[in-house]
């Protein structure tokens, strides 16, 4: 089944530890995204990435970190997360840039204490 | 890109056609207009998009004005299961730039 996965779905955690949110996608996309959305502020890019080891900053990219060393994953690092980043997080990915269609995952809820 | 502007919320009964408008009224020539949806903390799905002609797939129906600065989604026989936030997005896919999801039409579908 075609699909792009996130885990973990939920965490909670506290300020300062480092934790790592995975994505991965099995349509060998080459476009791969994160948004984090909170109520009252709809969806907000993070980062994107065009391709492998191609990667760009988004609208909010403060305190967040990504790589793209494979094609299919697309890890969301958070070095040392504050409560503000407490949010829900949404991995997606599309055949390349431009695409109309983008797949989402099924998200992550983060919270952060 | 050019802003869009959706209603934040709408009620449909159930069975009646859905009717979301969307105005684009800074749209340029090359900008297309994207059409997704969020059923409740889902990832968003994509529904349908469009450049100048009307279009319909299995979903939806997808209105573009003469003037491309509004648009409407049409939903044709809403079920519960219609019941989400709905997001326009105009963007020109050759530009670089990235979609815009904003805050959406919420819409509610009533038995």
């Known amino acids: 089944e075609a699909q792009v996965t996130q885990n973990p779905r939920y965490l909670i955690t506290v300020t300062g530890k480092k934790l790592t949110v995975t994505c991965s996608q099995n349509?060998?996309?080459?476009?791969m995204s994160w948004y984090r959305q909170d109520p009252g502020l709809g969806l907000r890019q993070i980062y994107y990435?065009?391709?492998?080891?191609?990667?760009d900053k988004g609208d909010v990219p403060e305190g967040y970190k990504v790589s793209r060393k494979e094609k299919r994953n697309f890890p969301l690092i958070l070095e040392s997360p504050s409560p503000n980043q407490t949010s829900l997080y949404f991995c997606?990915?599309?055949?390349?840039?431009?695409?109309?269609?983008?797949?989402f995952g099924p998200g992550t809820r983060l919270t952060v204490t | 890109d050019a802003k869009t502007t959706q209603p934040p919320s709408m009620d449909c009964a159930e069975g009646r056609a859905a009717n979301l408008p969307c105005n684009h009224s800074?749209?340029?020539?090359?900008?297309?207009v994207y059409w997704y949806r969020q059923i409740h903390s889902q990832g968003p799905q994509y529904i349908i998009h469009?450049?100048?002609n009307n279009e319909t797939n299995e979903m939806a129906s997808l209105i573009i004005t003469e003037d491309r600065k509004s648009s409407t989604l049409i939903l044709p026989h809403a079920t519960l299961r219609d019941t989400a936030v709905y997001y326009c997005?105009?963007?020109?896919?050759?530009?670089?730039?990235?979609?815009?999801f904003g805050t959406g039409t919420s819409l509610t579908v009533i038995p």
């Open positions: 997606a990915s599309s055949l390349s840039y431009g695409s109309y269609e983008q797949y």
């Open positions: 349509m060998n996309h080459e476009y």
């Open positions: 990435s065009m391709n492998v080891e191609v990667t």
């Open positions: 800074t749209i340029s020539g090359n900008e297309y």
């Open positions: 469009g450049l100048k």
């Open positions: 997005i105009a963007l020109n896919p050759n530009t670089g730039n990235q979609f815009y």
